[in-house]
């Protein structure tokens, strides 16, 4: 909230003039989203803003009658009810209006829960109930309060994943979720009368939020904050460093990340930390079969950190509208990885959409001589004429990685990009070049192939696209190898 009737979202700022502008024609259908979501009522300095949010409150009541508008779907509705509670379990008193208002959302809410998307947005729709439930008194609040908990009991152990994991794989969409859990342990912990009977949840939602957490901070880069795999940017959820300390504070445990491998199986992923190099890899579904819409066509792809920065990254998550930034950004060749025949390894489509999709199988982690060393293969290009496999051995030593991809079957054309952090300028000699980054310097070595440095773009938050470069590799046969080495 910039002002009394200005707002930025998204690395987007407008104004909120008139009450048409609630549903503003030509606004990104997510800016719109944040602008009813009410976040602001509690940010960090929003003490300063009191007077401010209690007309944007009555403003919003005003100038959104029940069921009209962006601002009455089931999603906002969801975030704004938790908002509004927990505007006032801070202080601040509701209007009779607005106390009024919020009954008339939940009970609006309860007829129109997202069974249709499931996923987050279901998580979110039971979570307002529950904090409805437990704001208000009375049969109507016990029934939102039940029917809330009966959707966490069965949603919680569905989207959470043996390994802590959130079941569709983004790392953003994983931190909105844990924060979710944080949030329904701190209203148990702030207001246990309204949890009689729900002991056993709740002590299943600390112990999960605990694994979430181990997870997340396995999906880390050293600078805390995520990595980019499926649907991920900076900026939309809380940051690693904000949950953990909201974590402590709840008494969930935090565990640090320390040298070695963590192989979160149940997901996909695996994470090597080794002498200052943190390697993220994806070998791992798009996400539940039934609900892939915030998928990439990613697998096979990773990031690398050295010395504590970014230097390999994939090129995040910009934007949801439908159109050629979307499509590109979910993209096989928006990743770090292989792509084949000029098609991506899932068929991602329209903004939220997924075809026949890549399925990774052959997955190895395994300690060898030189190092640690990731296998794993995928059959997203077996429906291509040739029938064509990629398979990718990643070995990280000491101060070196060694990435070695092989083709099995026909492929008309393979190319593997490798994207550069903006951060890191690149140079190109006979063979291979040199990387600067952050004042570290690294040498790479690109054999079996025909190389070309081209000209990239690295989206780390939305609305916000940085230049870098991608070295872009045109295999000549069914095997290329990558070498990068930053020993002194």
Not at 315 to 324: D, E, Q
Request: net charge neutral; charged share 25%.
């Amino acid at each position: 909230m910039v002002s009394a009737t200005r707002f930025r979202f998204l690395n987007e700022e407008h104004d909120l003039e008139g009450p048409g502008h609630w549903n503003a024609p030509g606004r990104a259908k997510l800016w719109l989203y944040n602008l009813h979501y009410f976040d602001d009522l509690n940010a960090a300095d929003a003490e300063r803003r009191v007077a401010a949010h209690e007309r944007l409150i009555a403003r919003w009541i005003a100038e959104n009658p029940p069921g009209k508008g962006v601002g009455w779907e089931p999603y906002p509705v969801s975030l704004r009810i938790v908002n509004w509670v927990k505007w006032a379990a801070c202080g601040h008193a509701l209007s009779p209006d607005a106390a009024h208002s919020l009954a008339r959302q939940a009970r609006y809410l309860t007829r129109r829960l997202e069974y249709h998307l499931l996923g987050n947005h279901l998580f979110a729709n039971a979570k307002a109930l529950v904090f409805a439930g437990a704001f208000f008194a009375g049969p109507e609040a016990d029934r939102w309060m039940r029917r809330g908990m009966e959707i966490l009991m069965r949603e919680v152990p569905e989207q959470i994943l043996s390994d802590g994991g959130h079941f569709e794989r983004s790392p953003m969409y994983h931190a909105i979720a844990l924060e979710d859990l944080l949030d329904l342990v701190n209203l148990a912990c702030a207001g246990p009368g309204a949890f009689a009977g729900w002991a056993r949840e709740i002590a299943l939602w600390r112990d999960t939020a605990a694994d979430m957490l181990r997870w997340l901070l396995a999906m880390c880069h050293p600078d805390e904050e995520i990595s980019f795999f499926n649907d991920a940017a900076m900026g939309v959820a809380a940051s690693p460093g904000e949950l953990i300390r909201y974590a402590r504070r709840l008494g969930v445990p935090v565990a640090a990340q320390g040298d070695g491998v963590s192989w979160l199986n149940a997901s996909g992923y695996v994470r090597v930390q080794k002498h200052g190099a943190v390697l993220i890899a994806d070998l791992a579904p798009v996400g539940p079969d039934y609900l892939p819409g915030h998928a990439h066509a990613d697998v096979l792809s990773f990031e690398l950190s050295v010395n504590g920065r970014r230097l390999l990254v994939n090129s995040g998550t910009s934007c949801y509208a439908g159109g050629a930034q979307r499509a590109w950004e979910r993209s096989t060749a928006a990743h770090n990885t292989v792509e084949l025949d000029g098609q991506s390894s899932s068929e991602v489509w329209a903004s939220f959409r997924v075809a026949r999709r890549a399925y990774p199988f052959d997955v190895e982690v395994a300690q060898s001589p030189k190092g640690i060393v990731i296998e794993g293969a995928h059959d997203g290009y077996r429906r291509l004429r040739g029938r064509p496999v990629h398979r990718r051995r990643w070995l990280l030593e000491s101060e070196r990685l060694e990435i070695e991809d092989r083709i099995e079957g026909r492929a008309a054309r393979a190319i593997s990009r490798l994207y550069l952090h903006p951060e890191a300028s690149v140079v190109q000699c006979p063979g291979g070049g040199h990387v600067q980054a952050a004042g570290a310097r690294a040498r790479w070595q690109a054999l079996g192939g025909d190389v070309s440095l081209r000209t990239a773009w690295w989206h780390p938050e939305f609305g916000l696209s940085l230049p870098s470069t991608r070295i872009e590799t045109h295999m000549r046969g069914e095997r290329t190898l990558f070498r990068l080495d930053w020993r002194e």
